[in-house]
């Protein structure tokens, strides 16, 4: 397997392990919700190979559902579809199969990878044996957290605390650069938990001009991309587009590659002026 120094050398138009799971992703993937068309998320997986999908069932999908509906037949194996369930409290196992079971029947799909978001606790006896019987049954693949907590990531990492760790969701972007501390380096080097980060753009904070230090031009969102990818202990960067213009001008950070010195020398001191 490509060590994390090697991978930040690598063309980030190829595909990488998503950690533990073994499944081959994107650099880039794409989130449900914001208005981007079937269409576009289709040209994305055929020309730049995007197979890494997050769904969030409480935003508008259509759209994501239906690029899924046309790619699923021919490349089911490829993709990675990701569908998202926020930990709430009182969310019980049956609920859990019942939630995966209506959604499967929604995207017309056999199999999703499963995540659970605003995880800050263990899981429930309960609810981790209803998660190994739809693992078992082949309904669920792998399972994955989300938090904004992120000493909770490397706890969960080390075993002290229970929740699903095939793969993580991370908040970390140029201005909240806090994973560098908290989380990246207290991964385990072996069998480690795939890495994908959400919020680049620091929700384009980082692209108005009027957040910018005096005299600096604002970034361009594939300067943030390009910032995540460029951190050898990720994988994978969620970019949530609302047009296929905006999607094209994106999925630019993968042939442009990951950032020099320079480059970074001048997103991180503008992001470093927006948190202060």
Same mark, same amino acid.
């Given at each position: !397997?490509t060590?994390?120094?090697?991978?930040?050398?690598?063309?980030?138009?190829?595909?990488v392990?998503l950690?533990r799971t073994g499944?081959?992703v994107?650099r880039?993937g794409?989130?449900s919700g914001?208005?981007?068309p079937?269409?576009?998320?289709?040209?994305?997986? %055929?020309?730049y190979?995007v197979?890494?999908?997050?769904?969030? +069932? #409480?935003?508008n999908l259509?759209?994501?559902a239906?690029?899924?509906?046309?790619?699923a037949?021919? %490349?089911?194996?490829?993709?990675?579809?990701?569908l *998202?369930?926020?930990?709430?409290?009182g969310?019980?196992?049956?609920r859990?199969?019942?939630?995966v079971?209506?959604w499967?029947?929604?995207l017309?799909l056999?199999?999703?990878d499963?995540?659970?978001?605003?995880e800050r &606790?263990?899981?429930?006896?309960k609810l981790?044996?209803?998660?190994q019987q739809?693992?078992?049954?082949?309904?669920v693949r792998f399972?994955?957290?989300s938090s %904004?907590?992120?000493?909770?990531?490397?706890?969960? *990492?080390?075993?002290e605390v229970k929740?699903p760790?095939?793969? =993580?969701?991370?908040? #970390?972007?140029?201005?909240h650069?806090g994973?560098?501390?908290?989380?990246?380096? %207290?991964?385990?080097?072996?069998?480690r +938990?795939?890495?994908?980060? =959400?919020t680049a753009?620091?929700?384009?904070?980082l692209? &108005?001009p009027?957040? !910018?230090?005096a005299?600096e031009r604002?970034?361009a969102?594939?300067?943030?991309?390009?910032?995540?990818?460029?951190?050898?202990d990720?994988?994978?960067?969620i970019?949530?587009p609302?047009?296929a213009?905006?999607?094209?001008?994106?999925?630019?950070?993968?042939? *442009?590659?990951p950032?020099?010195?320079e480059?970074?020398?001048?997103?991180?001191?503008?992001?470093?002026h927006?948190?202060?």
């Amino acid at each position: !397997m490509t060590s994390p120094s090697q991978r930040t050398l690598m063309d980030l138009k190829e595909r990488v392990p998503l950690g533990r799971t073994g499944q081959m992703v994107s650099r880039m993937g794409l989130a449900s919700g914001y208005g981007v068309p079937a269409a576009a998320i289709e040209k994305a997986f %055929h020309e730049y190979g995007v197979n890494y999908l997050y769904v969030s +069932p #409480y935003v508008n999908l259509g759209n994501m559902a239906q690029a899924m509906r046309n790619l699923a037949p021919s %490349h089911r194996e490829e993709l990675f579809i990701v569908l *998202a369930r926020p930990l709430l409290g009182g969310f019980g196992g049956l609920r859990l199969e019942s939630f995966v079971e209506r959604w499967l029947k929604k995207l017309g799909l056999d199999w999703v990878d499963l995540l659970f978001q605003d995880e800050r &606790k263990p899981l429930r006896q309960k609810l981790s044996d209803r998660v190994q019987q739809l693992q078992d049954g082949g309904k669920v693949r792998f399972v994955g957290m989300s938090s %904004h907590d992120r000493p909770l990531f490397s706890k969960v *990492a080390r075993g002290e605390v229970k929740a699903p760790a095939d793969f =993580f969701h991370v908040r #970390y972007n140029a201005v909240h650069t806090g994973a560098e501390q908290d989380v990246f380096p %207290h991964l385990p080097r072996e069998n480690r +938990p795939g890495i994908v980060i =959400f919020t680049a753009t620091c929700w384009r904070k980082l692209l &108005k001009p009027k957040r !910018m230090p005096a005299g600096e031009r604002p970034l361009a969102a594939p300067d943030c991309y390009r910032f995540v990818l460029s951190h050898p202990d990720v994988n994978v960067c969620i970019t949530a587009p609302s047009t296929a213009a905006r999607m094209e001008e994106n999925l630019r950070a993968l042939d *442009a590659g990951p950032l020099d010195e320079e480059e970074m020398a001048r997103v991180r001191r503008i992001g470093k002026h927006i948190y202060d």
